[in-house]
């Protein structure tokens, strides 16, 4: 469905287990500062929203989106996470330099996700306009943040309940 006709960030319909007992990784780009800082109070309140506690939830900032991938990478070597959030924001430019980017991190965190068997989320906005990333980061299509809190939560609790 067209995000047009929709606050993505609508979890109405869904089961969000307890986030309580996990621990959560939070990577941020510096990059769109404005948009990655909205990205990450949606994230985080909706963690402690759904019980986490605030001493199992760390976070890191990396310089652009194109380092959330090695940010995560080091999360995961240094800490026992349940899952990681990965908070970014790439604006379509004039150049091919957009799709690079996007490749490269949707690319990394699928190989994290595989090597470590744990969910390294993508939360990254990849939006043509700075106004559609402003939708997007708490306007009026929601917060990916939230959404990437809530995949955290319920990719933790399917590890839990598989092992």
Same mark, same amino acid.
């Given at each position: $469905?067209?995000? =047009?006709?929709?606050?993505l960030?609508?979890?109405?319909?869904?089961?969000?287990?307890?986030?309580?007992?996990?621990?959560?990784?939070?990577?941020? &780009?510096?990059?769109?500062?404005?948009?990655?800082?909205?990205?990450?109070?949606?994230?985080?309140?909706?963690? !402690?929203?759904?019980?986490?506690?605030?001493?199992?939830?760390?976070? =890191?900032?990396?310089?652009?989106?194109?380092?959330?991938?090695?940010? *995560?990478? $080091?999360?995961?070597?240094?800490?026992?996470?349940?899952?990681?959030?990965?908070?970014?924001?790439?604006?379509?430019?004039?150049?091919?330099?957009f799709?690079?980017?996007?490749?490269?991190?949707? &690319?990394?965190?699928t190989?994290?996700?595989?090597?470590?068997?744990?969910?390294?989320?993508?939360?990254? !906005?990849?939006?043509?306009t700075?106004?559609? *990333?402003?939708?997007?980061?708490?306007?009026?299509?929601?917060?990916?943040?939230?959404?990437? *809190?809530?995949? *955290?939560?319920? $990719?933790?609790?399917? &590890?839990?309940?598989?092992?």
């Amino acid at each position: $469905m067209s995000s =047009i006709y929709k606050n993505l960030s609508d979890f109405s319909d869904t089961t969000i287990p307890p986030a309580k007992g996990f621990r959560f990784g939070i990577v941020v &780009a510096e990059w769109n500062k404005e948009i990655t800082e909205s990205l990450y109070e949606g994230a985080f309140q909706t963690l !402690l929203g759904h019980g986490a506690e605030k001493e199992a939830i760390t976070r =890191i900032n990396v310089p652009g989106s194109f380092e959330l991938t090695a940010g *995560a990478a $080091m999360l995961a070597e240094k800490g026992n996470y349940d899952a990681v959030i990965c908070l970014g924001c790439v604006i379509q430019g004039e150049t091919r330099h957009f799709d690079f980017i996007c490749q490269a991190v949707a &690319a990394g965190l699928t190989e994290l996700s595989v090597k470590y068997s744990k969910s390294f989320v993508f939360g990254v !906005l990849t939006p043509n306009t700075m106004q559609q *990333a402003l939708d997007r980061a708490g306007g009026k299509h929601g917060n990916k943040g939230d959404e990437a *809190a809530v995949t *955290a939560i319920k $990719m933790a609790a399917l &590890a839990r309940r598989l092992s």
